[in-house]
């Protein structure tokens, strides 16, 4: 993987024109898969003994997380570390930020700080666009509000292409909270622009208001929206996002909406099951079905995680570091 590796690309320039990875609309299908083919060489590389790779050497990253994560964080703190980088993590609890400081004040001092590339995670909405906007190194959204996640649904994809063998005509069924879901978002947008068949499945008060527009069939029944599903990919209810009563109980929600083996007898036979994490075992889905070994996919999800978080921080730090090509 060096860069005379890409001097037969077809497209006039280098593979991935953008300085920041805010989300996965705008990018093109072979910008993405381009990402993917990236990852998977990491995914080799992270199973060996020797997980080193000294390419960002000198290079500061610093993940700014503003709302809690644990396998985003550590995915990403993982990733820059194998690849060399300084990495320094800001956790809000501990930061100005509490103190009042606004958004584009801490854009500010993150910049001063002469930070080379900049992940971060908040709980509005946008807010990672904002903040990449005001600064001089590439940004990397690690999940900003409902809006996206895009290394999750490059993790997915990635995911599903190693099981499946590929992703365009697939059937994937996104069920649960999609209304307050980010990773679905991302991969509404990342699976049908690879070519997926995607659904929505959930109650009608999770369902976001203008779904047909994102080119999804919409069901909001879960065993009618998992018949003859490739992939199954369950969603945790946010309750921390939802201001009011959107279900009656988790008792009564894992009732019509939790996955169980008898549930997933109505997708493929050989249908795969995922969830980004962190899972709510009891409530939408069965821990029987999520550590069933033939079906579920879920820590594998986690294993090429950090590929594509290194992929992506290597790809984006690529102008910056002089790379043949990319410079
Ligand atoms: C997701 C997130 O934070 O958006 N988790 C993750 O990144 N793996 C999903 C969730 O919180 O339910």
């Keep these: 993987m060096n860069a005379s590796a890409h001097s037969h690309w077809p497209y006039g320039v280098h593979p991935f024109p953008h300085r920041h990875l ?3 609309a705008g990018l093109k299908a072979h910008e993405i898969t381009f990402l993917l083919d990236e990852a998977e060489h990491w995914v080799a590389i992270n199973r060996a003994q020797t997980k080193h790779d000294n390419r960002l050497a000198s290079l500061t990253q610093i993940n700014a997380f503003f709302e809690n994560s644990t396998r985003t964080l550590l995915s990403f703190e993982i990733a820059g570390k194998r690849l060399g980088a300084d990495v320094v993590n800001m956790m809000v609890a501990q930061s100005s930020v509490k103190k009042g400081e606004t958004l584009i004040d801490t854009a500010v001092t993150l910049n001063a700080m002469r930070a080379d590339v900049i992940v971060i995670r908040h709980d509005a909405s946008g807010a990672v666009g904002l903040i990449a906007d005001k600064v001089d190194c590439p940004v990397l959204n690690a999940g900003d509000g409902r809006h996206e996640h895009p290394t999750q649904a490059l993790l997915d994809a990635l995911t599903i292409r190693r099981r499946k063998g590929g992703i365009a005509g697939l059937k994937v069924a ?3 909270d999609v209304l307050h879901s980010r990773v679905a978002r991302s991969n509404i947008i990342c699976l049908g622009t690879l070519g997926a068949e995607v659904r929505v499945v959930a109650p009608p008060t999770l369902v ?3 779904i047909d527009r994102m080119g999804v069939a919409c069901f909001t ?3 009618a ?4 599903a490739d992939v199954v990919m369950m969603l945790r209810l946010q309750r921390e996002r939802m201001a009011g009563g959107f279900v009656p109980s988790e008792r009564e929600y894992h009732a019509f909406w939790g996955l169980t083996h008898e549930r997933l007898a109505r997708a493929q036979p050989d249908a795969l099951v995922m969830h980004p994490g962190p899972m709510n075992r009891g409530v939408e889905i069965t821990s029987a079905v999520a550590d069933d070994i033939d079906r579920s996919a879920i820590t ?11 992929a992506c921080l290597d790809v984006l730090t690529r102008a910056r570091r ?3 090509g990319w410079a």
């Design 300 to 310: 594998e999800q986690v294993e090429v995680g950090v590929a594509v978080r290194m």
């Design 225 to 228: 929206g998992l018949e003859g």
């Design 208 to 210: 976001p208001p203008a």
């Design 221 to 223: 029944d879960l065993d």
């Design 22 to 24: 805010t989300g996965i």
């Design 174 to 176: 996104i069920c649960g």
């Design 322 to 324: 002089g790379v043949e």
